[in-house]
Every structure is written in C-alpha cells, then in structure tokens.
C-alpha cells in the first residue's frame, strides 16, 4: 500500500510522496547528529526534514484549495523552519551545552513520543496532526509548573518558562486552525468539543508560563 503512493501517479507526484514520507525521517538524523555535537550537520539534517512544508504549501497553493486549507499548511511549515531557526540559534558554535531541568534530552524525547503515540490511540475519529501535538505540551507544561510550585528553585531561570510558553502558542495556533478545519468537515461533534478543550488549555497553560517567565524576568532585572 505504501510503494502505491510512489508509483503509477506520474514523475511529479512520486517525487513529492518520497519528499513528504521519507525527508522527516531526517529529524532524527539531525538528533542523533546533536546529540555527537555535530551540529552543521544537525542543521543541515534539520532543513532536509522542513522542506516538505514547502512541499506541502506548494502543492496546496497550486492545487485551488481551500483558504483554510492553505493557512493551515502555510503554519505547518513555518513551524518547522522555526525549529531550524531555533536550531541554529540554540547550537551555534559558542553556545553552552544544551541541558534540561528534568531529564536528558533522550528521555524527554522518549517520552513525547510515547505521549503522542498514547494521545492517536485515545483519539477516536479522523486524523488530527494537532491532537497529538498538543497533548505532550500540556503534560510537560503543567508538570513544569507543578514542578516549580513544589521545588521553587527550578524557577530561578526565566528561560525556560518563555520558551515554553513560545512553544505553547506555536501549538495553539495549529490547534486553531486544526479546529477550524475540523468544524468544517464531517465529524463527530464531539471530537470538535475534545478539539476546542485542548486548545482552551493549551490558551490557559501558554498565558501561566508567559506570566511565570516575564515575572522571573523581571525579578532578575530588579536584582541584578
């Protein structure tokens, strides 16, 4: 079923299946290149794995689809070339060590993918990309904040409460535009309910770690 995609739909058509199926593959090649400190070729991987957004808006853009359609595969790709933009901000060559507060960047990449695999199993209707998303960033969102409540040194870096909540209005748009998208087409209403919770949360959670960090922020100026 999977070699059917690649053949018999003329020369464009398999060329753009291999780029959007197999070029993500690279992201992890770009990982594994980060995590030997090799971080050109951890960029140059991570561009590889973004370009079937443009894949994707180009054949979107081309093709008379929707205007929902469009933006949502417009945010698509402009997430995934921020992650190359944050790649390359992040890993330049004098840049610290990368660290986290809670656990290697290994085990918090295991366990997002264990989240998001757990989150398509409890989804119970059509394909959701945003879905899966969403539900790793309110459970590291909120067990940050849990976290930082019950050992309140882990707040004394502003950092990371920001970028957090970046990421979490990153989602929320996707999520957005996902539910839009989903009100559009013909699924459970229930499925569009479960959809507009998450993003109410993921709101809630994104507007709680930009409070956290600008006030820690703000703190560190006051005192130094």
Request: charged share 10%.
């Amino acid at each position: 079923m999977a070699l059917t995609s690649f053949t018999g739909h003329g020369a464009p058509a398999g060329l753009y299946e291999i780029v959007c199926r197999l070029l993500p593959l690279a992201w992890t090649v770009a990982y594994l290149a980060l995590l030997r400190d090799r971080r050109r070729t951890a960029f140059a991987f991570a561009a590889l794995a973004a370009l079937p957004g443009l894949a994707s808006v180009a054949q979107h853009l081309g093709g008379g689809q929707s205007a929902l359609v469009s933006a949502f595969s417009l945010t698509t790709a402009a997430l995934s070339w921020l992650t190359v933009l944050a790649l390359c901000c992040g890993f330049h060559r004098d840049a610290p060590p990368a660290r986290l507060p809670l656990a290697s960047p290994g085990l918090v990449l295991l366990g997002t993918c264990v989240l998001m695999g757990a989150a398509m199993v409890v989804w119970p209707g059509n394909p959701d990309p945003a879905w899966a998303g969403g539900a790793p960033f309110i459970v590291g969102a909120a067990g940050w904040l849990f976290a930082r409540f019950r050992i309140p040194e882990r707040a004394a870096d502003p950092a990371l409460p920001l970028a957090l909540a970046a990421l979490g209005l990153s989602t929320l748009v996707e999520r957005t535009l996902s539910l839009s998208f989903l009100a559009e087409a013909d699924v459970p209403g229930a499925l569009v309910t479960a959809a507009g919770v998450q993003a109410a949360v993921l709101a809630a959670l994104a507007a709680v770690l930009a409070a956290t960090g600008a006030r820690g922020l703000t703190a560190r100026r006051a005192t130094g």
